[in-house]
C-alpha cells in the first residue's frame, strides 16, 4: 500500500522458516498455509476508510476465528492516523485524517 498516513518501512507479519516441501505450512504441489489471516491487514484498512464496528462482522465473517491481539495489525500500529485508533465502538473519523477517502 502507498499513502502519506502510512507507517511504513516494516514487515508487519512474518515470512515461514522454511519453503522446501514438507515445511509446517506446507498443502503440497506448491500450497502454503499462511501464519497470519487476510484480515491481519484489512481489518485495519476497513478502519481508517471508516467502517463501523457493527458492521465488521458481515465484512470479515472469518475473523471470530483469529485471537485479535495476535493475529490483526492494530489501526494505530499501520497508519499515522486516522481511524477509530483502536476504539472500535466509536466509528471513529475514517479515513479523511489519514488521507484516504469514503
Known amino acids: 500500500m502507498i499513502s502519506g498516513g502510512l507507517n511504513g518501512g516494516r514487515i508487519m507479519n ?8 514438507g515445511n509446517d505450512h506446507d498443502l503440497g504441489r506448491g500450497r502454503m498455509i499462511p501464519e497470519f489471516p487476510w484480515e491481519s491487514m484489512m481489518v485495519p ?3 481508517w476508510l471508516g467502517m463501523d464496528a457493527d458492521q ?7 475473523l471470530a476465528r483469529f485471537n485479535r491481539t495476535q493475529h490483526i ?7 499515522k492516523e486516522g481511524g477509530s485508533g483502536g476504539d472500535r465502538s466509536s466509528g471513529g473519523e475514517g479515513g479523511q485524517g489519514g488521507g484516504g477517502s469514503r
Open 56 to 62: 465488521e462482522a458481515s465484512a470479515f465473517p472469518n
Open 45 to 47: 484498512l476497513a478502519d
Open 73 to 79: 495489525i492494530p489501526t494505530e500500529a499501520l497508519f
Open 14 to 21: 512474518k515470512f515461514p522458516a522454511a519453503l522446501q516441501a
